[in-house]
């Protein structure tokens, strides 16, 4: 008798319960007609909470073909109103997707100040080799990828987001022993292939001669927002990409037309599908 008492009280409160809870989803879905209204709702309720906040939530949302000056300032005073991870813009047929907010504040030898938003296209944006010889001398540093085989999609992005892109300080892999990277270089930079850190959150296939990869890694050394909410944008479109981590004395790391964390020999043509940021 006690146990059917037991039973019926809870589901008299289990009823209840649900009353209420429909009652009050009942009230929310009257009050705000779609996602972006509640997120907006939310957003002004706390209202300044910068980069932390935004990057903790994925969107989606189209921002435009072209970065308004209201973007702009949002951006430069840190606010980021109505900007979330997965948000993009298109531009001149080129769809560039926020991926995290302020990754790289307060990095580098000489300290980014500068609030920014970290982008990415959607796909790749054209294809190139690492090297001309299966090398990997030098490491990206000395790469042709970095010297010269990045400048044309350098320009495509600088012109894309004029006056805009944000230079910050970076230490990149710039020499190798043995098939590892072996050394850093603090360098001016803008537009950079990413490393495995920023996709996978973790070195999977780059060698480094000490410290855990400390020489692949480095201020970059976090996953980037829009990878960990949406791991499927990491193989977009079944095409092979680059990254700048060494893998062996021939190889530089890849992600594959599968999704495979792998590596290729620096001479190969593949997808380049690099990292920038606006401020």
């Given at each position: 008798?006690?146990?059917?008492?037991?039973?019926?009280?809870?589901?008299?409160?289990?009823?209840?319960?649900?009353?209420?809870?429909?009652e009050?989803?009942?009230?929310?879905?009257s009050?705000?007609d779609?996602?972006?209204?509640?997120?907006?709702?939310?957003?002004?309720?706390?209202?300044?909470?910068?980069?932390?906040?935004?990057?903790?939530?994925?969107?989606?949302?189209?921002?435009?073909?072209s970065?308004?000056?209201?973007?702009?300032?949002?951006?430069?005073?840190?606010?980021?109103d109505?900007?979330?991870?997965?948000?993009?813009?298109?531009?001149?047929?080129?769809?560039?997707?926020?991926?995290?907010?302020?990754?790289h504040?307060?990095?580098?030898?000489?300290?980014?100040t500068?609030?920014h938003?970290?982008l990415?296209?959607?796909?790749?944006?054209?294809?190139?080799?690492?090297?001309?010889?299966?090398d990997?001398t030098?490491?990206?540093?000395?790469?042709?990828?970095?010297?010269?085989?990045?400048?044309?999609?350098?320009?495509t992005?600088?012109?894309?987001?004029?006056?805009?892109?944000?230079?910050?300080r970076?230490r990149?892999?710039?020499?190798?022993?043995?098939?590892?990277?072996?050394?850093?270089t603090?360098?001016?930079?803008?537009?950079e292939?990413?490393?495995?850190?920023?996709?996978?959150g973790?070195?999977?296939?780059?060698?480094s001669?000490a410290?855990?990869?400390?020489?692949?890694?480095?201020?970059?050394?976090?996953?980037?927002?829009?990878?960990?909410?949406?791991?499927?944008?990491?193989?977009?479109?079944?095409?092979?990409?680059w990254?700048?981590?060494?893998?062996t004395?021939?190889?530089f790391?890849?992600?594959?037309?599968?999704?495979?964390?792998?590596?290729?020999?620096?001479?190969?043509?593949?997808?380049v599908?690099?990292?920038?940021?606006?401020?």
């Amino acid at each position: 008798m006690a146990f059917s008492l037991k039973k019926w009280i809870g589901s008299m409160l289990f009823s209840a319960f649900m009353d209420e809870y429909n009652e009050n989803m009942g009230d929310i879905e009257s009050e705000f007609d779609s996602v972006d209204e509640a997120v907006g709702a939310i957003e002004s309720i706390l209202g300044g909470v910068g980069a932390g906040f935004h990057n903790s939530i994925y969107r989606g949302k189209s921002l435009g073909t072209s970065v308004s000056p209201e973007q702009y300032l949002a951006i430069a005073n840190g606010s980021f109103d109505d900007m979330f991870v997965g948000d993009y813009w298109t531009v001149d047929g080129v769809l560039y997707r926020i991926a995290a907010f302020d990754y790289h504040l307060g990095k580098g030898d000489v300290a980014t100040t500068d609030h920014h938003v970290t982008l990415i296209p959607d796909l790749i944006m054209g294809s190139a080799r690492m090297n001309s010889t299966n090398d990997t001398t030098g490491a990206y540093m000395g790469s042709e990828m970095y010297a010269t085989n990045l400048n044309s999609y350098r320009t495509t992005i600088r012109s894309a987001f004029s006056g805009h892109v944000l230079k910050h300080r970076l230490r990149l892999a710039s020499a190798t022993t043995g098939g590892a990277a072996s050394a850093v270089t603090w360098v001016d930079s803008e537009v950079e292939l990413m490393n495995e850190h920023m996709v996978y959150g973790a070195t999977v296939v780059g060698a480094s001669s000490a410290y855990e990869h400390f020489y692949h890694v480095q201020t970059c050394n976090s996953q980037l927002p829009l990878f960990r909410f949406r791991p499927d944008l990491i193989c977009v479109n079944r095409k092979a990409w680059w990254l700048r981590d060494v893998s062996t004395a021939t190889y530089f790391a890849r992600v594959y037309s599968d999704g495979s964390a792998a590596s290729s020999n620096a001479s190969n043509s593949i997808g380049v599908r690099p990292a920038f940021s606006i401020s």
